[in-house]
T-cell receptor, first 114, second 112 residues
Framework: DGGITQSPKYLFRKEGQNVTLSCEQNLNHDAMYWYRQDPGQGLRLIYYSQIVNDFQKGDIAEGYSVSREKKESFPLTVTSAQKNPTAFYLC?????????????FGPGTRLTVL | KQEVTQIPAALSVPEGENLVLNCSFTDSAIYNLQWFRQDPGKGLTSLLLIQSSQREQTSGRLNASLDKSSGRSTLYIAASQPGDSATYLCAVNLWGANNLFFGTGTRLTVIP
């Protein structure tokens, strides 16, 4: 099956802890993205990566970090510096990145800070 | 900065009705516009993508239109069914941008 997988589906974290969300794709896409979704708001871009070993900050990157060591994987770390991390996190990928592409989304991870 | 607005925020209709969802955007320099469906607690599924040079796209009971000059798009759903109940999101892709700009969504409930 081709697609994007995110794990875990639900994640609970204590305040002050870092936590890493997994995103894997087997679509051979170059570009990958992380979005955050809060109730009553549209999706907001956290980070994106157009190629391996390169990534760019989105609109709300503060308190988050990413890595892109492999084409298939784009993990997101929510650090203790993120003041309000409880949200639904969506990962996406696209064939090449940029304006021309359609983005394909994973099933999401719901993070709750206790 | 691109602002994308969707009205209404929520809509309930009886089964079988035709309905229209609205999306407006502030920057008309878009490359394309997409409509997505999101079921509760799930990821997004792409429904229709309209290029800036197109006026509309159709897929089954769905028809999306685009009026770039007025900054508007509509998603028309014909003969609605309970299975259509979901949140519908529109998103625009700007020329030279690397991310989608999303609206806040319309939560649709189709009552059997």
């Amino acid at each position: 099956d081709g697609g994007i997988t995110q794990s875990p589906k639900y994640l609970f974290r204590k305040e002050g802890q870092n936590v890493t969300l997994s995103c894997e794709q087997n679509l051979n896409h170059d570009a990958m993205y992380w979005y955050r979704q809060d109730p009553g708001q549209g999706l907001r871009l956290i980070y994106y990566s157009q190629i391996v070993n390169d990534f760019q900050k989105g609109d709300i990157a503060e308190g988050y970090s990413v890595s892109r060591e492999k084409k298939e994987s784009f993990p997101l770390t929510v650090t203790s510096a993120q003041k309000n991390p409880t949200a639904f996190y969506l990962c996406a990928s696209s064939p090449r990145g940029g304006s021309t592409d359609t983005q394909y989304f994973g099933p999401g991870t719901r993070l709750t800070v206790l | 900065k691109q602002e994308v607005t969707q009205i209404p925020a929520a809509l309930s209709v009886p089964e079988g009705e035709n309905l229209v969802l609205n999306c407006s955007f502030t920057d008309s320099a878009i490359y394309n516009l997409q409509w997505f469906r999101q079921d509760p607690g799930k990821g997004l599924t792409s429904l229709l993508l309209i290029q800036s040079s197109q006026r509309e796209q159709t897929s089954g009971r769905l028809n999306a239109s685009l009026d770039k000059s007025s900054g508007r798009s509509t998603l028309y759903i014909a003969a609605s069914q309970p299975g259509d109940s979901a949140t519908y999101l529109c998103a625009v892709n700007l020329w030279g941008a690397n991310n989608l700009f999303f609206g806040t969504g319309t939560r649709l409930t189709v009552i059997p």
